[in-house]
């Protein structure tokens, strides 16, 4: 594997990156719909779960550096090969819903009248081309339009100001409040549990002793943006708006009407949202192609354009957008979890069995 380098800094913009812009698009609607005007709980307590998952992934960095081995191409255990596998199959998996997801989003807000595997194409070419620069570079052009979002979501507050209604969050909990939180929970947690893509990016940072900081710093940026956006949507749509629109903060921006020449701010921040989410996307088919070429043991970038072109032909894989809405409400949370666990256990185990190996070559030496 190619010698880069990702900084703690950098590191910190893809995982909140990551766990932020595919988020947005829709799942906010189903998480109001179940929890309506508790939903801003279920961001706490998700919040909670996530760091914890990840706090337990990246402490005793000492143990993570013996494990940077784990994506070289000489050969491996087989319980390492199933470890790559398994995070192969869930970034996949990540990538078919989201690819879909995106293109379904420009297909019906952006481009109408575009045909939709024309749009499919261009996103795909634009994914090879990005991700064909290298992690280096996709973590800088992150870092530049993650903190663009970010800037926007932090004011979208004072844009809103004379909208908010702050009625709108009560009644505060409720007869059956704990079983929807609960539910909401549920769907929402294996998103935003998609920071784990850490077991992969770990083996980039410089200097590892900071990978818990960035990671949680990661997820807190993350965190901090939803619960904005999911205070923004109850506070000034309402929840039985909120929960009926296919997409919601779309809906909450075009509240905005800061002037008579300024009342269609929804498109610029659109354009805004739309480079965050190629950037998720291009770090996931790079991820892809290192993991395929470590089974090949080969070292090839080229590899992404077949590669690309080929999951570009998921998006046949649902029928029409409420088919790929409905996987990633009903079908992904389960799916999800269950890979994540995997992934969680596996590494935990990897990062163990490490450790006791280290011990005793230092015992046999002594």
Known sequence: MKQEQLSPFQLTCLIGNFIFTGVIISVPQILMEISKQNTWIVIM???????TVIYIICRKPAKLEKLKSIFYFDK????????????????????????RIFNSFIDGILLPDTPFDIIALLT?????????????????????HFITISIVVILLPFFLLNEIQLANLLPFGGLHSGAEILKSTYIFFPWMTEAIVIVFLFVFL?????????????????????????FLNITVLGVAIASEATYPNIKLIQQINLTDFLDRLDLVIEVVWIPTML??????????????????????????????????LTIRLFKNNIDAIEYS??????????????????????KRGKSHKSKGNGQKIS
């Open 45 to 51: 307590f998700t919040y909670v779960l996530t760091t």
């Open 76 to 99: 491996r255990p087989w319980f390492k090969n199933v470890f790559i596998s398994v995070l192969f199959m869930y970034l996949l998996f990540i990538y078919i819903r989201d690819f």
């Open 124 to 144: 795909t070419l634009t994914l090879i081309y990005i991700s064909l620069t290298g992690i280096e570079v996709i973590a800088r052009v992150t870092v530049i």
């Open 206 to 230: 410089h200097p590892i002793s900071h990978l818990k900081k960035a990671g949680i710093i990661g997820i807190s940026c993350g965190f901090i943006l939803l619960f904005i956006l999911i």
């Open 279 to 312: 950037c998720k996307l291009s770090l996931l088919l790079f991820t892809l192609n290192r993991l395929f070429n470590t089974f090949r043991r080969k070292d090839s970038d080229f590899d992404i354009v077949p590669l690309a072109l080929l999951l570009s």
């Open 329 to 350: 409400f009903f079908t992904w949370p389960t799916k999800g979890l269950l890979l994540e666990l995997i992934i969680v256990t596996l590494f935990l185990m990897l």
